[in-house]
């Protein structure tokens, strides 16, 4: 008969205390204890769209720099407090830029009254992200949940890990790498500027002195410069901004690409995509350009793989009571 092992016991303890800290993300993750999250997040945003036809892409933008430094963990939202909170909207790719932090706290208020104590921040901006984008016309996807706040910010991480906007495909690509994303993630997480702004002093250098030549990035279709010139005139706001997708500016489809294609990229980032010869990101491109279905599917894969970079979960971080700083 065989007798109880406790080498056996141990090896079945070591295997569920280390598959509970490796929890996974889940879909159903508040289906008790905040059952209604999803519709009051997406009820404060159809609020603030109405005076703010930007807000959504702002909103996302905040999901992906929170991800890329130290993982999905709300660390963006928290505000410089003099000491040891040195805060990640001052680092270069968020300074002036990052927006949407008073939509986020609307949110957070409007959760709290419903379920207090109980969903984090991280995780609501992966819900503002994917509101953000169904009511712009785009995908909807069951967001995965269980994230936990972080209690510390890095704004060193924020300076050298978020892509620039001058970097060319093998820097962008190596970025996406270091986080555990392909170039199919690339391109299609790059599709998000299908809707939002930038601002004229992140491609002001390729519209009349594009590396030092003297003359206009040669990529850039010869019509959409010329317009580019009067938006942003030298000597300008570096400020002023313009739509990412000078197609349909608030409209989340494929026709980021098909603009691509036509070099009406606004971004030296998002031309580098097509335009870099030999490049495998061109083929994919094309067929998101071609296929707005393919596009979609990808892209809410892609959110999710994003989504899934280093959650605190368990008993790792907090559910912070104010997104702005540790509880
Ligand atoms: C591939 C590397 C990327 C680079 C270099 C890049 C760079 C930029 C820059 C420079 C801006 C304009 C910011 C400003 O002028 O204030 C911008 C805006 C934006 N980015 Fe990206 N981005 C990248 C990837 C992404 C990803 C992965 C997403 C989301 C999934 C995203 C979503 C957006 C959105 C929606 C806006 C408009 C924000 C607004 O209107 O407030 N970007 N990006
Ligand atoms: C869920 O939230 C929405 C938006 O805030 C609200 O209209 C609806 O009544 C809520 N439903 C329940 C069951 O609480
Ligand atoms: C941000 O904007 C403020 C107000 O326009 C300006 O004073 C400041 O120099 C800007 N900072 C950066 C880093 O661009
Ligand atoms: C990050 O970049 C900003 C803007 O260039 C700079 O002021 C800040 O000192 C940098 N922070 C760190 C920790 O490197
Ligand atoms: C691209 O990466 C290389 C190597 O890390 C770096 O030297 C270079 O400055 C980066 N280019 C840009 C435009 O950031
Ligand atoms: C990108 O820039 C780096 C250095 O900044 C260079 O080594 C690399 O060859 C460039 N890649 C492409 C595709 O031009
Ligand atoms: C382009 O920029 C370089 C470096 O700043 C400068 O030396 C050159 O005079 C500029 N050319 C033109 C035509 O502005
Ligand atoms: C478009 O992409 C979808 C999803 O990958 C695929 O099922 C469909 O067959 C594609 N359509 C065409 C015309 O290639
Ligand atoms: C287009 O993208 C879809 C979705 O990612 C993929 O299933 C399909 O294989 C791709 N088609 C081509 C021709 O690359
Ligand atoms: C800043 O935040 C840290 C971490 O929460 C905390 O220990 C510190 O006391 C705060 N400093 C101030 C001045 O609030």
Redesign the pocket.
Known sequence: MASFSPLLAMALAIFIFSSHSNAQLSSTFYSTTCPNVSSIVRTVIQQALQNDA?I???L??L??HDCFVDGCDGSLLLDNNGTTIVSEKDAL?NT?????FDVVDNIKTAVENACPGVVSCADILALA?ESSVSLAGGPSWNVLLGRRDGRTANQGGANTSL???F?NLTN?TQ??TNVGLNVND?VA??G??T?????C??FSPRLFNFSNTGNPDPTLNTTYLATLQQICPQGGSGFT?TN?DPTTPDTFDNNYFSNLQTNRGL?Q?DQELFSTSGAPTIAIVNNFSANQTAFFESFVQS?IN?GNISPLTGSNGEIRSNCRRPN
């Open positions: 930007r959504g892409g702002s996302i933008r999901h992906f790719p002036n830029s990052t927006r949407g992200s892509p620039s906007p970097e962008l970025k996406f690339l997480l790059s998000a500027h809707f939002g702004r930038a601002q002093r992140t901004v990412l971004l980032s959110m994003m």
